[in-house]
């Protein structure tokens, strides 16, 4: 049975974790950072013949990685809003001239480009500073979510240990854990006993500020399809463990995700629950981990 459907206000579960700097104090703390960075892009721009020849010199591996980020998120935001960053950061694997040959008819003219950045205000620039650092605080919150969380199960599951990135990290892939499984899985944290290493549980972390539409659809069946994998390989193998979502933020209680939250937590036999930090305590004991099961 799912204990989040027994809850009646979803909201009262949740732990909202902040992180940044709200506005107006943003615009200052974001212009000192890209100030700079602004200044090498107006530079750029003013030196060269075509908006074509900028990316070429913005992707030169000559400028250093965090100053060419800068550089590129800039070009998109002001010359061409389809070349994203995770593209065009590639300088080893995508040309600019495969670039320039497929989306240059995008390219804002070099000859308005000169216009906008000659003698630009400040507050143009506080402006386009906020644009270029407006995901630099993606993720934290759920590297705050998953060390609050090994926080919690360090004090209160003695018997286990946790093992997984506490923060920033590369995930533990389920194959490094069982040779035999096949394909992909990658988890955020592992509990195993202490007296004998034995697996009891893997899990997966997220915190969602906000959640809807295709961002539900996709979050939503990617945790379905972590249990069915987890089912497969459980049940043609003789390996059996538990799985945790441990699910965080004001997004969590969305509709369609807190549905599927529901569809999730004590499904399987109960071998899969889905906790928040405030019903961890309830959810992810010692009598569950050691409770024998199937999927």
Known sequence: MSHLRTIKTPLSV?????????????????????????????KLVADVKSSAELLEKIRSPKIPTPRRMSLLKMFRRCVSLVCDTEATKKIATITTESLVENFGHTFKPIEKLKKDFENISRDKLAALAVLIGEYDLRGQQGYQLTELFFDWFEHNLTDYTIDGPRRSGKDVELSSIFPDFEGSCPCDFVIRRKSDNKVMAV????????????????????????????????????NSFKIIFVAEGPGLVHKDTWEEACVLDGSANDMVRVATLKLAESRITKQWLETKGKF
């Open 14 to 42: 949740v732990t909202p974790i902040e992180h940044g700097v709200r506005f107006p104090d943003s615009l200052e703390l974001l212009l000192a950072k890209y100030e700079e960075d602004i200044g090498v892009f107006c």
């Open 203 to 238: 899990g997966f972390a997220r915190y969602d500020s906000t959640r809807g539409g295709a961002q539900s659809d996709d979050r939503t069946g990617g945790n379905a399809n972590k249990v069915e994998k987890a089912r497969a390989y459980c049940q043609k193998s003789s």
